[in-house]
């Protein structure tokens, strides 16, 4: 097996909140290699959103090391941005820049951060644009398009500058379920083209099909993970089969 | 989950003191950096200065400390105007502005002539020179001979009043309009009315966003009000204006320009002070 694209090790994460301190992450290790989509579930405040804005060194460490393609990125004395270029994410509210229009979010980082052409930058958009069956808003602004085509274009916007890794933030929660399905698809569809992504979600039969592999995060930490058969399916942990109760009984499984 | 950690054996591992060290270091570097640019700067414009040539005469004649002492009573009564009128004006223009900004954004259509004047103003007295406006007041309206015409210095003061409340009501407005149509689609979908909406909703959040350019307004305020000395009131410039005329020397001028500084830093301070405070408040997205 080759190298993983992303290792995390021994991570630890520590909010400060009023008196006391809240660990997040607790001495979390994961490794993804190229091509895995590895799913990451579990309650809310499990610390899923956390670990991503930790990789994506939108949040600094408090212990542990992070590792992409084997270079050490949670170093102080690594430079964030070169990192993050290299890094796609989608959030959970899309985040478009609601000044600038489909084309231009999309272009944006290929012009000023790629220094792609415009027309290198356009071409390319309006190619990803078309794959996902939005190239007819190109000139629409983000407020203007359903919750489901703006996360859509989120995902392409993350896309078009052909990361080595993807990280999705719960990116169908926003969403109400008609609109989910074609952002579910278009994930599917990214993981058919071989991209490594690493997703926390709510949806578990979205894990069930698009995963390699599930971690069932609790109190900051993997409590179990493998196969979506094995993790969602015959979980071993008591706290798994709970939290997986709750969800059968809320319907969502 | 808001468990508090328990004081259970985390010690931090070698690479993580490492970094903890690595951070200290560039944080002690920082601020080395940042002193020892702010001392060669500070050399630099010492040596700049006290090495020119007219030094000794600019200073003789700008930094005299016995001529500003002698003026310092005289200046200091005329600042005392300025204090006055600057509260006077300012609370003033901070009414005429809020409320021209809430009528200027009246959607029905029966405001509509409410909406024009308030449109009107802030167009006309943005333009208008505030000399121009003073002079219109201070000498124009007591030229009518009208029975029970105000003083001098409250037409001035209306004059700047009126003045600032039109720049004053477009920093408003741009204050209300930032604030995203969901939030009002959110409080009157809880059944508050449309005032309520902006008394409760809207206004708490656009005037948290305007206070730092409303304050810049309020510091030119602060200087402009001097101006109303053109009518005859004596202000904190005037005074050493006449100082100087006497001297021939303009260490008063300094001397009320460093009192007009001093005036506005505590301004300055509590505003900085109110938004952060808010800010930190509202961002504590992480707090238990």
Known sequence: MSEPVLSVRAVRKVFRAGRGTNVVLDDLSLDVTEHEVVVLVGASGSGKSTLLRCVNLLETIDDGAIYLEGRHITDPRVKPDPVRQRIGIVFQSFNLFPHLTVLDNVTLAPRRVHRLTSGQARSRALALLDRVGLADKAAEYPDRLSGGQQQRVAIVRALVNAPRLMLLDEVTSALDPELVGEVLALIRDVKEQGMTMLIATHEMAFARQVADRVCFLDRGRILEEGTPEQVLGAPREPRTRQFLQRIVEAGKL | ?288
């Open chain 2, 1 to 288: 989950m808001t468990v508090a950690a328990p004081a259970t054996g985390y010690e931090p591992s070698a690479l993580q003191r490492d970094r903890v060290a690595y951070r200290r270091r560039q944080t002690v570097r920082s601020v080395l950096v940042a002193a020892a640019s702010t001392l060669v700067l500070g050399v630099l414009l010492l040596v700049a200065v006290t090495g020119a040539p007219g030094w000794e005469r600019v200073r003789s004649s700008f930094f005299d400390p016995g001529v500003a002492w002698r003026a310092l009573p005289d200046v200091l009564r005329g600042l005392w105007l300025n204090v006055q009128l600057l509260v006077f004006c300012a609370t003033g223009a901070l009414a005429v502005g809020l409320v021209a900004a809430i009528l200027r954004t009246l959607r029905p259509a029966i405001f509509f002539p409410l909406r024009a004047l308030a449109t009107s103003y802030t167009y006309v007295f943005r333009g208008a020179p505030l000399i121009i406006v003073l002079y219109l007041f201070t000498f124009g309206v007591p030229g009518l001979r009208l029975t029970g015409t105000p003083p001098v210095l409250v037409l001035g003061g209306a004059a700047l009043v009126i003045v600032y409340g039109a720049y004053l009501a477009e920093v408003f407005r741009a204050g209300i309009e930032s604030v995203h149509p969901s939030q009002r689609a959110a409080a009157r979908s809880l059944g508050l009315t449309y005032r309520q909406t902006m008394r409760h909703v809207v206004l708490p959040q656009a005037a948290r966003r305007v206070a730092p350019p409303i304050l810049n307004d309020l510091v030119a305020l602060q200087k402009d009000v001097g101006l109303i000395s053109l009518a005859g009131p004596i202000d904190a410039i005037r005074a050493a204006q006449i100082q100087t005329a006497q001297t021939y020397n303009y260490t008063p001028y300094v001397l009320a320009g460093v009192l007009f500084v001093l005036l506005a830093l505590p301004l300055i301070a509590v505003t900085d002070w109110v938004t952060l405070r808010a800010a930190r408040r509202q961002s504590a997205e992480h707090a238990a």
